[in-house]
């Protein structure tokens, strides 16, 4: 019998248990940063739902949110190396549907 040893942290589960969360991620990839709005606006999600999910992924350490004032800015964090790992899928599994 195996064992799986757990490191302390999410999941990979965790990271991709939501279909929202899931085009989150894929918008932050792509666009590389941009606003709350333009990720309600090209997810199709509310308002809320896409807060508390950007709060999850600022929490797993995958974007960060700069301020400009009132301005929130969620940057996709291309220097954690899990962060790059879920980008590199993401491009290759584009790529591979072309």
Not at 37 to 45: A, D, K, Q, Y
Not at 52 to 66: P, R, V
Not at 83 to 95: C, P, Q, S, T, Y
Request: proline residues 1%.
């Amino acid at each position: 019998m195996q064992t799986i040893i757990k490191e302390p942290g999410l999941n990979i589960e965790d990271i991709f248990a939501s279909k929202g969360r899931t085009k989150i991620i894929k918008i932050l990839v792509i666009t590389h940063e941009t606003n709350i709005s333009n990720i309600v606006n090209l997810s199709g999600l509310n308002h809320n739902s896409v807060k508390n999910h950007l709060k999850f992924l600022i929490k797993a350490k995958l974007i960060e949110e700069k301020c400009f004032g009132r301005i929130k800015i969620y940057r996709f964090r291309d220097e954690n190396i899990k962060a790059r790992a879920i980008k590199n899928l993401i491009e290759f599994w584009d790529e591979y549907d072309k």
